[in-house]
């Protein structure tokens, strides 16, 4: 089986933090940059953030709706992509897909996607 798993997600309280976590199954996914999506319920899905390898060192990329609140990192130790949240919004109430991309030189868009997860809630409320 090749796909992305995500984890983290749940409950936090609005200017909470909150960490979520990607990583593959089945496949290397050296060669890729990874991105994160997340769909609000009843809205379109969003690219939020990208970086450009998960080996340590990449570029990142962070639509305005995150920057400055979220920070994306590798860890290759660990071969995960981690999304750490925090000053949590209540608009950043959503489900979050990580995909692998074959580049991050801006918003992760669907088409330059390979691999997806299945997604993890993140839900904020007081």
């Known amino acids: 089986q090749v796909q992305l798993v995500e984890s983290g997600g749940g409950l936090v309280q609005p200017g909470g933090s909150l960490r979520l976590s990607c990583a593959p199954i089945?496949?290397?996914?050296?060669?890729?940059?990874v991105g994160w999506f997340r769909q609000p319920p009843g809205k379109a899905r969003e690219g939020i953030t990208c970086i450009s390898n998960t080996t340590g060192g990449g570029t990142t990329y962070y639509a305005d709706s995150v920057k400055g609140r979220f920070t994306l990192s590798s860890d290759n130790s660990k071969n995960i992509v981690s999304l750490q949240m925090t000053k949590v919004e209540f608009e950043d109430a959503a489900v979050y897909h990580c995909?692998?991309?074959?580049?991050?030189?801006?918003?992760?868009?669907?088409?330059?996607?390979?691999?997806w997860g299945t997604g993890t809630r993140v839900i904020v409320s007081p």
């Open positions: 089945g496949f290397n996914w050296d060669r890729y940059a």
């Open positions: 995909a692998t991309l074959r580049r991050c030189a801006g918003p992760p868009r669907d088409t330059d996607t390979d691999h």
